[in-house]
T-cell receptor, first 116, second 107 residues
Framework: NAGVMQNPRHLVRRRGQEARLRCSPM?????VYWYRQLPEEGLKFMVY????????ESGMPKERFSAEFPKEGPSILRIQQVVRGDSAAYFC??????????????FGSGTQLSVL | RKEVEQDPGPFNVPEGATVAFNCTYS??????FFWYRQDCRKEPKLLMS???SGNEDGRFTAQLNRASQYISLLIRDSKLSDSATYLC????????FGKGTMLLVSP
């Protein structure tokens, strides 16, 4: 199954630690999107990346959060000095082209981050 | 702020019923429209794209009204397996998801 792969599925961190979430897009997809889903909330866009470039980071919190999609390897969402409010499901999605004019997104299974 | 608004429900219907969901979107520049389905906070899965001309996929019919910025989904002959949260999606370069409408189909 060459779907969108995210790891880990579950990540537990204590307050103040760093969380690293990984996403490998579907084969042939060069566009990656990160979404966050807080408990009892909808999916919120965080960041859109194309290989080696951040295209749109309008949904990223201003501090502690960063994302990258290097030429080789998976996309990484990094959260520094985690706080309890960061506990959420983080979903990655990919597409073969920019998401316009009915370009579908394919989602990974998500990473559930729990901050103790 | 670009929003997609949906009635959260839940919609409780018996098997075999017909149920309709609606949503509105605020970004008039949106070019992409979809309905996704999410089960128990698992990953969203594409249900169908939505076009102005309307489109049908089996028991599911989707419709887009650009003038009113309104999207609809009709499910006929509901099955127990249709129980899920239905996410309305629109956007241009990035996709904005509604919070979802919960459907519960009972025997």
């Amino acid at each position: 199954n060459a779907g969108v792969m995210q790891n880990p599925r579950h990540l537990v961190r204590r307050r103040g630690q760093e969380a690293r979430l990984r996403c490998s897009p579907m084969k042939g997809h060069s566009h990656v999107y990160w979404y966050r889903q807080l408990p009892e909330e909808g999916l919120k866009f965080m960041v859109y990346l194309q290989k080696e470039n951040i295209i749109d980071e309008s949904g990223m919190p201003k501090e502690r959060f960063s994302a990258e999609f290097p030429k080789e390897g998976p996309s990484i969402l990094r959260i520094q000095q985690v706080v309890r409010g960061d506990s959420a499901a983080y979903f990655c999605a990919s597409s073969p082209r920019q998401a316009r004019t009915n370009e579908k997104l394919f989602f990974g299974s998500g990473t559930q981050l729990s901050v103790l | 702020r670009k929003e997609v608004e949906q009635d959260p429900g839940p919609f409780n219907v018996p098997e075999g019923a017909t149920v309709a969901f609606n949503c509105t979107y605020s970004n008039s520049a949106s070019q992409s429209f979809f309905w996704y389905r999410q089960d128990c906070r698992k990953e969203p899965k594409l249900l169908m794209s939505v076009y102005s001309s309307g489109n049908e996929d089996g028991r599911f019919t989707a419709q887009l009204n650009r003038a009113s910025q309104y999207i609809s989904l009709l499910i006929r002959d509901s099955k127990l397996s249709d129980s899920a949260t239905y996410l309305c999606v629109s956007g241009y370069s990035t996709l904005t998801f509604g919070k979802g409408t919960m459907l519960l189909v009972s025997p």
